[in-house]
């Protein structure tokens, strides 16, 4: 069984929480920007290519990715108008979701394997066609979190793809509505990295049709 990291970047997570819990009742929320890396604001993502450019992450709506907190097989996504994404929706519950991808070693990876590698409780089995999902129990939330939150696990082109949604306890994100930003999040990604991936192979034959093409050409020179 191939079991990723599915722990949350304690480096970026804190600022995110505070926003959040500051946030949690309020429509416009009026706080301090995130951190600025040299001297520039950061931009938050609505999409990013992961593994490599093998798989392209899209949040679910209403959701941005966090920058500060990308890497290629990791990142950390919150509401964008808390992130202070100009003209980002509210309407999105509030929560914090975790992307972390690994490379597939053939066994299916399921959100009962990401919660026990968690050293989280699995308390309901919500599974569907899309994705292995559950609700579990950690006696260590984010700080400000409910310890109820969601895991989930799926599998994209070659990689297997870890979940975790936090929320506050009074968040909309602790019911159906967290389970559908989940699904959301896979189904975009599923999309968009399908076509990234066509596109690329158009690209590589068109490529080698050019090279051959030019090969031929030489010969009659």
Known sequence: MNVMNTGICKKTIGGLTALIVLSACAEVPSLNPLPKAA???????????????????VPPAGYCIEPSSLTQDFALMARCDLLK???SPL????????????QNRGDALSA?????????????????????????????????????????ATKIDNFDLSLALFSPAESEAQGAVGA????????????ASLT??????????????????????????
Not at 39 to 57: N, S, W
Not at 91 to 102: Q, Y
């Open 39 to 57: 001297d520039k604001p950061l931009v938050p993502l609505i999409k990013a290519q992961m593994v490599e450019g093998a798989v392209t992450l």
């Open 85 to 87: 994404a100009e003209g």
């Open 91 to 102: 309407g999105a519950p509030i929560g914090l979701i975790t992307a972390s991808f690994a």
């Open 112 to 152: 009962t394997d990401v919660a026990i590698a968690s050293n989280a409780k699995v308390i309901e089995t919500l599974d569907s066609e899309e994705l292995s999902l559950v609700r579990a129990e950690t006696p260590t939330p984010p700080n400000g979190q409910a310890p109820t939150h969601f895991r989930a």
């Open 180 to 191: 559908s930003l989940l699904r959301n999040l896979v189904r975009s990604s599923k999309a």
């Open 196 to 221: 990234t991936n066509t596109s690329k192979q158009v690209s590589a034959v068109a490529g080698d049709k050019k090279g051959l093409g030019a090969t031929i050409a030489g010969l009659f020179k």
